[in-house]
């Protein structure tokens, strides 16, 4: 290369390097700044000309918002997620339009935050051919979505592809099938989206932190370590990574990737119903293979069937009256309610827990044992799910000894509530532990202070009996959740 154009093409590159930093750095800017952190050679008024949008008024927006000026250079920021860049801020990459997963649905290119669009194409998203050869009929077909209706009723259809009613521009209506209303996330009050507290999303708020409710109006009162405990999963996972943790209460993910509605429940959702069907169709009632009913995502099959989904047929001689019969022995229930009924035969659950056992699953071991796991106190061995204990002790666990080094005062002073009064006036002082009446089995707790009515019952069975009474709460046994350790989940049944 020629000396002449050699310097040339330097001072060529020279200038597009300091023009293209110009908008990161002041440093890259002396005719501006003699050096680092001298005066600005502008005046203010100047600067912030320099700053702002053509055609915007004095005291207008500077860098559109998104940065700071310094010395008549915008200083863009990153404290929203994405890339703000462009000499006065002005572009952002996550902005542009997209249809179908696609940004600018693969017939465009994102500039500054506007699609594009190839030649053939048009929209906000080109996402519009310009010329359609699909008949009227094929076209609606494709703009049905999984109700049958054309763009939810909420769009027109042009060539296949909705169209979204938007008459205010907002875009608050979109989706492939104008599923989406972010309208539903108005507050009523306020007139802002979600409170201005979340983030809409097709229609449903996701609220900042410290914020929850279907609008976010009401402000969390729980510190954010009890809030992450409320929502965690069995699993150790926080609602069970299928919704999102507002104030202690998971808001469960409910719409399926497809565009479909899912069935995600529970606490801290643990429970997918479409873990029940072979092919997923919200519309469908096919769960289980119909041989079954679901479980939290789990399918319990019904006699003469098993497999995950229920689809293989297991012969059997016995009607199924029979069978359940056999299963049933004393109890009211098919194997006492701890264990499937197959053939007349019983299988307990939890799988592998020698803890429940019997013909019909009638023996529970697990109910010797005291909140902490110990059998029977520590003083007695467990037989079929009754405490014998050992000499000088005894109680429902074993739990009271029969002498006591107390004295009578030291003892009842033990046994005192709050308001004074011994066991809360429902059972008797022994050695400073209370007795609670044996005519009102349902009165428990140190104190005798707690009613185990309040137990959430299922199939008749306080906590399902896979869990114990604690002062009108169920504490679920290893396996098993939901507020009447209802839900197993826990390996499959065998």
Known sequence: MRPAAFRNFLLLASSLLFGGLSAVSQSF??????????????????SERRCRAPGQPPGGALCHGRGRCDCGVCICHVNEPGVYFGPLCECHEWVCETYDGSTCAGHGKCDCGKCKCEEGWFGEACQYPTHCDLT????????????DVICSNAGTCHCGRCKCDNPDGNGLVYGKFCECDDRECIDDETEEICGGHGKCYCGNCYCGSGWH?????????????ESKRRCTSPDGKICSNRGTCVCGECSCHDVDPTGDWGDIHGDTCECDE????AVYDRYSD????????????????????????????????LSAEESIRKCQGSSNLPCSGRGKCECGKCTCYPPGDRRVYGKTCECDDRRCEDLDGAVCGGHGTCSCGRCVCERGWFGELCQHPRKCNLTEEQSKSLCESADGILCSGKGSCHCGKCICSAEEGYISGELCDCDDRDCDKHDG???TGNGICNCGNC????????NACEIWLGTEYP
């Open 29 to 46: 800017s002396p005719s501006l700044r003699s050096a680092t952190g001298a005066a600005c050679r502008l005046s203010r008024a100047e």
């Open 136 to 147: 009227k009929k094929k076209s609606n077909q494709m703009c049905k979505n999984s109700q």
């Open 213 to 225: 409710g279907d609008k976010c109006e009401f402000q969390c009162d729980i510190t954010p370590w």
């Open 274 to 277: 479409r873990d029940c069907r």
């Open 286 to 317: 096919d769960f289980c293979s119909g041989h079954g009913q679901c479980n939290c995502g789990r399918c319990d099959c019904k006699v003469g069937w098993y497999g995950k989904k229920c689809e293989h047929p297991r012969s059997c001689p």
């Open 461 to 463: 069975l306080v906590c």
């Open 475 to 482: 504490e679920c046994w290893d396996g098993w959740n939901g």
